[in-house]
């Protein structure tokens, strides 16, 4: 999980041109009607966005007929956001940008708004509210995303991830390869208020549950490719540090707490993986 660059362009030139592009004229009207209001919206977003307080911003009372032409101003498919979408992944660095960073399990295929869009629908095609993530982390934001000052998932543009452990891996060595349960801890005191986003946002899209089922395909993996370089050269030292080194670099470029190098570095620390599954083999 690695932190997003934000768009930093005209946020609201993002708006003008998806109402200018509106084919319905009568939906069209509505929204260039909408445009004195919803601006001034726009900058209070980047001010509350710029001091870290997106929180604060409560949203303009539109009637239904509006809230829907809003909400429906942003469709996936479209030019404009599809134009946004790239705009903003190529934002991003080029080793992560095609994958989701609030699970790293899967590809990037849709637009999360952070602050919902059904509640604050003049912010429907705002690039500041808009973060690329995968569809099943989409699915499992609900309409919230705060709990008063509390947030409830991680703002990848504006929640700094520390460059501290907070993910554990543990194993079970009673079985045919080794069975991971990944936990979160702070034993390197991340801020209280930063580390409760951090147990928030992991709870809410149930991340530990499905980097576990995604686990044991790589834990396979792990054992056959350590059973050929144990053949090769058995001096499990020097395995050891040739794995950490590795897993240092994969932590520079995914995130201090990728999953996938937690559990490796974990699973090499234990002297029973090694006896049961890689000498005796
Ligand atoms: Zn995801």
């Known amino acids: 999980m690695k932190n997003l660059t934000n768009f930093d362009e005209d946020s609201f030139a993002v708006y003008k041109d998806a109402v200018k592009r509106k084919r319905d004229i009568t939906k069209k009207n509505v929204l260039i009607g909408l445009e004195s209001r919803i601006e001034p919206q726009f900058i209070l977003y980047a001010e509350k966005f710029n001091d870290k307080k ?77 973060l690329p993530c995968c569809p099943t982390c989409n699915s499992k934001k609900s309409y ?30 009673n079985n045919d390869i080794p069975l991971v349960t990944f936990s979160l801890y702070n034993p390197e005191n991340i801020d209280r208020i930063n580390f409760r986003t951090i147990r928030n946002h992991y709870e809410r899209l149930n991340l530990l549950e499905r980097m576990r089922e995604k686990s044991n395909e790589i834990i396979t993996e792990i054992i056959n490719s350590l059973r050929t370089y144990y053949k090769l050269d058995s001096d499990i030292e020097s395995l050891k540090n040739f794995i950490v080194d590795e897993e240092n670099e994969n932590k520079e470029a995914y995130g201090y707490n990728y999953w996938k190098s937690v559990l490796r570095l974990s699973l090499i620390q234990y002297d029973e993986f090694w006896k049961k599954y890689i000498i005796n083999q």
């Open 144 to 173: 919230l995303c705060f709990d008063g000052e509390e947030s409830l998932f991680l703002n990848l543009y504006l929640d700094e991830l520390p460059n501290k452990k907070y993910l554990k891996a543990e194993f079970d060595f």
């Open 54 to 130: 997106i929180y604060e911003i409560t949203s303009l009372g539109f009637d239904d007929a509006e809230k829907s032409v809003l909400i429906d101003l942003y469709q996936y498919n479209s030019y404009v956001i599809r134009s946004l979408k790239n705009k903003i992944l190529d934002k991003q660095i080029a080793t992560i940008n095609a994958t989701c960073q609030y699970c790293t399990l899967n590809s990037v295929e849709t637009l999360d708004h952070f602050i919902p869009k059904e509640e604050f629908p003049e912010f429907s095609v705002n690039p500041l509210n808009l």
